[in-house]
């Protein structure tokens, strides 16, 4: 059984630091695309970072470059997220998904197995 377990969110100050975790099980991490994604209240689910298998590509919206990073860890079974310089933009809940092979990366609809999220919230 695919899971996917999120973990690391919380709340820290403008210009702070977060890393997020996503613990994956009953699948081989190095096999499947990797995603993860953001909402907010009212709005749609979006691609903040994403990394495809085949060819280790990563993609990363445009609010987020330069300052947020994707990795996995396959040795244990985990991705990771590192924020830097967060703002209060970056406020929201964040998914870690996964899917065997996507045609784009970051497009939601693309990826069947998601984690619960975790709560980020930016704010002095």
């Known amino acids: 059984q695919v899971q996917l377990v999120e973990s690391g969110g919380g709340l820290v100050q403008p210009g702070g630091s977060l890393r997020l975790s996503c613990a994956a099980s009953?699948?081989?991490?190095?096999?499947?695309?990797i995603g993860w994604f953001r909402q907010v209240p009212g709005d749609e689910r979006r691609g903040v970072s994403c990394?495809?298998?085949?060819?280790?590509?990563?993609y990363y919206a445009d609010s987020v470059k330069g300052r947020f990073t994707i990795s996995r860890d396959i040795a244990k079974g985990t991705v990771y997220l590192e924020m830097n310089n967060l703002e209060p933009e970056d406020t929201a809940v964040y998914f870690c998904?996964?899917?065997?092979?996507?045609?784009?990366?970051?497009?939601?609809?693309?990826?069947?197995?998601w984690g619960q999220g975790t709560q980020v919230t930016v704010s002095s």
């Open positions: 998904a996964a899917a065997r092979w996507v045609y784009e990366p970051c497009t939601m609809h693309e990826y069947n197995f």
């Open positions: 009953g699948f081989s991490l190095n096999r499947y695309d």
């Open positions: 990394t495809k298998n085949s060819d280790r590509t990563t």
